[in-house]
Structures are given as C-alpha cells and as structure tokens.
C-alpha cells in the first residue's frame, strides 16, 4: 500500500502504527494522498482511531477496512486519487474514502459505485463516523479507561449535546464569530451516535447546544452521513426527528425563529422532543433587532408565537432580552415590554446592555443609554417577565407530570425536580414533598398543587388521592 508505505516513515505516524494492540484489534489500512494539510488530517484520523483501539495494517490484505485520503486540487492529482480508490477496491473491497476529492462525492461514486463512504477535506468526525458504521470498535481495556460516552461534568442523568461551533451571523453586540469563526457543524451520524452514547449511559435528558441550532447543517450543504443503514442529512428538523426516537427527553436551545422552525413543533405536540424552544430574541422592536443585526427579525414573530401554541398548547419558550441597547428609545422599550405580555414568554433572562470589546455597535454612532436608564429599564423589565413567568406557572397546578429529579433533601423529605418545561440552571424547579424513596436521576409522576414566580410544588401522584 504504497502511500501508508508513505506515511509510515513519519515519526508520530510510526508511533502509532507500531503502538501495541491487541490481538483482536479491528485494523485500518490508510492510503493518504495530496498535500501536508491533506497528511495532517491523516495524522488525526489515525490517532483518533487509535485511541478508540484500532490499530493499523501497512498492507491492503491485512486489513479490515481502508481509508483513502484523497487530493483534488489539480485533475493529475484527481486522477490519481480515483486510481488509488480503484486500487483499494479491488485489493480489499471495503473502502472510505476523505479529503479534497470527497467534495466530488457524485463523480466519486460514479467511477466506484461500491465506495462506503464519503467525506470532505479536514471532515474527521465523518470518517470516524463511517469507520464505526463498517467496522465497529471492540471494547479494550487497556484504551477503555476513558467511558465509551466520555467524560462529563454534567450529574449522571442529562448531558448537554454540541452539534456545531461557530456562528454564520454577525450580531452587532457579538464578538463570538470573530473568536469561533463561521458555523461548522457536525456530521449527524456523528452527532447522533454521541447521543446513542449518552443513552446508553443512562443520561434520561439531552440538551442540544450550538451558537444556532436551527442553522445546524447550512454549512455543510445538509450533507448525508450513514447512520444506523441510512443515510440522512444534517438538518434541524431531521435531528430532531432522530433524537425523538432515542427514548429520551430532548430539549432545543440557541434556536432562531427561522420559517423551517414550524416543522419542529408538531414534533413538540406528539411528545417526541420536549415543548420547550430556547430562543435569544433580545429585543422586540423592528428598530432596535435591526441595528442588533438578528438573525431571522421578522416582525410577524408573535403570530409565529400564537401559531406555534395553537399547534402545541404546552409548548413553553424561553428568551433573553438586552435592555438599553444604542438607540433604544423609551417607545422601543415600551414595545418590547408589550411584545412580552403579549407572546407570555415562559422563561427569561435580561441583561443591561454591555459594550463588549471589539463589537460593532459600539460604532454605530447611535445614542448611548444612561446606565441609570439601563438599570431602571432592567427593573421594570424583570417586573413584567416575572409577573408573565406567575401567571404561566399558576395554569399548571391541578396537573399531573413527569418530572426528572435532580437532588434530594432527606431532612425535609423533599425533591428538586425539573419539568418538561425546565431547562437545569436557568430555569424554575418543581419542588416535590413526600420524596420518601425518589433518588436523583429518577422520573417520577407528580401532581402540581401549587406556584409562584418561578417554581412549581407538587406531591407524587401516589399519594394523592
Ligand atoms: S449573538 Fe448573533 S453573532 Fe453571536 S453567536 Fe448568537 S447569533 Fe451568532
């Protein structure tokens, strides 16, 4: 195999290649092609897959499955990649094939209908991904020290879920895209097998967590990746979807109220995902989102709102608003109180406007607000999400529940609990009396029999009778 021939003669490549395995070790064989950025991803794909115990065959006969690392930059070099994919065909039979050309994957296919897979430039997850779907890891207990789900700081029962970095948007208060760069999202086989993971290890809630879920795909022209036999696109909606078939709690946040959002409520209203949308709106008046540059400003967001209820009446939503923003008139500000009122956000958070560093408003010449004008406007606008937030949480006493537990009180024989309706750290708890024998981590059906602000307080159905 001439280039893992190549590549061999690398020193950290050799350490790999020659690191000890053991006997039953699924083994790659690895032919990499183009350029050094082309050899570093090589590079990684191999210590990636040597971490997760594979181990490595300098032959094509020795080998279980090979990866070529193709180059596409001139048509020699296309060439002969293609002629290096034709060759690992017919010399093993099971192949992956990565890099430049990938981004060619229908000329690929064409000239080797029997490829396995196919994957882009520096697209790693992906080849791992395809790896695992044709040549699954064994267990080893020499690299298993490191939990097949890997390791959390999050209790054992939720865990949060990223499914991609960095932000197309350019938010005028945000200095996010100049440090993470421009939104690369994962490939969803990879995505949802983290989540199958997560599972498997007994996690009951899934947060999904991006900079902007319902962008999850864009950049990678919703491309396919094979997952449990199928291969599906990387969308927001068929995410969802998937995630809804885990069996498991899922709750969206980072989401911006793109039009495709819609078709994410039924799936709240079936119960497949949680009735529960994190969406930042910041503000509500049309001149305030436009000079904060937001991502899908549509005026009509209220109706959305309406709409989305009328679809799934339990849905919740949670927000968060910046006050005293440049520019922001007492009307605007008035706007954004009204639009509260009338949308009844569940869930927020607010925040007096911060002229972080680097951010454009603060060059867009508008008229600063007075901090004391900030704080009063803070104050006011907390009164009213609390106020909203009251009367959101009385219309659930009388009902019966599930709720996931987070901690136990023994010296009150108590619970702190969280409903579909609350995310862990930003939002209410249910506060559950006569815990006797509910431990952290347990689901548990309760009847709510009273609110306030922020919190529900219920009794396990049980013992009502
Ligand atoms: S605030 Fe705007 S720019 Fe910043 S991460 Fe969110 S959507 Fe992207």
Redesign the pocket.
């Known amino acids: 195999m001439r280039a893992a021939r190549r590549i061999a003669e690398k020193g950290c490549i050799d350490a790999i290649m020659s690191a000890p395995t053991e006997q039953n070790a699924p083994k790659i064989g690895l032919v990499s092609l183009g350029c050094p950025k082309a050899l570093v991803d090589s590079e990684r794909i191999l210590t990636t897959l040597r971490a997760q115990g594979y181990s490595f065959s300098p032959s094509y006969e020795g080998a279980d499955v090979v990866i070529v690392n193709t180059c596409g930059f001139l048509d020699s070099a296309k060439a002969e990649s293609l002629d290096a994919i034709g060759e690992a065909i017919s010399e093993n039979g099971k192949v992956i094939v990565t890099g430049c050309l990938g981004n060619e994957e229908e000329m690929i296919r064409q000239a080797h209908p029997g490829v396995l897979a196919v994957s882009g430039p520096h697209q790693y997850e992906a080849v791992v991904g395809a790896v695992h779907e044709h040549l699954p890891p064994v267990p080893n207990a020499f690299v298993d020290l490191v939990p097949e789900q890997g390791l959390r700081l999050t209790p054992r029962h939720y865990a949060y879920l990223k499914i991609s970095e960095g932000?197309n948007?350019?938010?005028s208060f945000?200095i996010?895209?100049s440090i993470r760069g421009d939104l690369a999202s994962r490939p969803i086989a990879s995505v949802l097998y983290e989540a199958e993971r997560l599972v498997k290890a007994g996690v009951k809630e899934i947060m999904v967590i991006s900079?902007?879920t319902s962008a999850y795909g864009v950049d990678l022209k919703y491309a396919t990746s094979p997952y449990r036999g199928r291969q599906i696109e990387a969308r927001f909606q068929t995410l969802a979807e998937e995630l809804g078939n885990l069996g498991v709690w899922t709750r969206m946040h980072y989401v911006?109220p793109y039009p495709h959002v819609d078709n994410v409520i039924p799936l709240m209203a079936e119960g497949r995902i949680l009735p529960y949308l994190d969406i930042p709106f910041q503000h509500a008046s049309p001149q305030v989102l436009k000079t904060m540059r937001r991502?899908a400003n549509q005026e009509k967001t209220a109706d959305r709102i309406r709409k989305w209820r009328e679809v799934c009446p339990d849905l919740a939503i949670r927000s968060t608003f910046i006050v005293g923003f440049p520019g922001e008139t007492e009307e605007d500000f008035e706007m954004l109180l009204d639009w509260v009122r009338e949308t009844r956000i569940d869930r927020a958070g607010a925040f007096p406007y911060e002229p972080v560093t680097g951010a454009r408003a603060n060059d867009l010449g508008l008229d600063i607000v007075p901090d004391e004008l900030k704080a009063e406007r803070y104050g006011r606008l907390m009164e009213v999400l609390q106020e909203v937030s009251t009367e959101r949480l009385a219309e659930k006493v009388g009902r019966t529940i599930d709720v996931l537990v987070d901690d136990v009180e023994p010296e009150d024989n108590r619970a702190i609990a969280r409903s579909q309706w609350d995310a862990p750290e930003i939002d209410g708890n249910v506060i559950v009396d006569d815990a006797t024998g509910i431990k952290p981590g347990d689901m548990v059906s309760v009847k709510v029999v009273a609110s306030d602000e922020y919190d529900l307080y219920a009794v396990p159905s049980d013992a009502v009778q």
């Open positions: 932000c948007n350019r938010c945000c996010i895209p900079q902007d911006y991502p």
